[in-house]
Nanobody, 126 residues
Framework: QVQLVESGGGLVQAGDSLRLSCAASGRTFSRYAMGWFRQAPGKEREFVAAVLIGWGAGPTSYADSVKGRFTISRDNAKNTVYLQLNSLEPEDTAVYYC?????????????????WGQGTQVTVSS
């Protein structure tokens, strides 16, 4: 079983930056996928970014709405995946979740991911 814990959210103003962390523990896989999603009240979960684990430099994928502003990265020694959020906008306000899938395939659909963290709130004021 894999446990995921997000942290780093908060209340910021438009244009500010945040760095979200997702710490993984328990059973892991030699090669797998890690993704970030977000969900605003009354809306479906939305794909944000994903990275493949198991390579020296894993391929990444980003939603069009965050390309050039958000960056996904990892620290293998700490079993942690990060999401750097720059140039934040009020439209970025949501609960951000990290997720893991036991196969090394970049996917944007939330139903592909088997393990989820509890989420961390990001609120951006104008």
């Amino acid at each position: 079983q894999v446990q995921l814990v997000e942290s780093g959210g908060g209340l910021v103003q438009a244009g500010d930056s945040l760095r979200l962390s997702c710490a993984a523990s328990g059973r892991t896989f030699s090669r797998y996928a890690m993704g970030w999603f977000r969900q605003a009240p009354g809306k479906e979960r939305e794909f944000v970014a994903a990275v493949l684990i198991g390579w020296g430099a894993g391929p990444t994928s980003y939603a069009d709405s965050v390309k050039g502003r958000f960056t996904i990265s990892r620290d293998n020694a700490k079993n942690t995946v990060y999401l750097q959020l720059n140039s934040l906008e009020p439209e970025d306000t949501a609960v951000y979740y990290c997720a893991a899938a036991p196969t090394p395939v970049l996917q944007r659909s939330y139903d592909y991911y088997a393990y989820w963290g509890q989420g961390t709130q990001v609120t951006v004021s104008s």
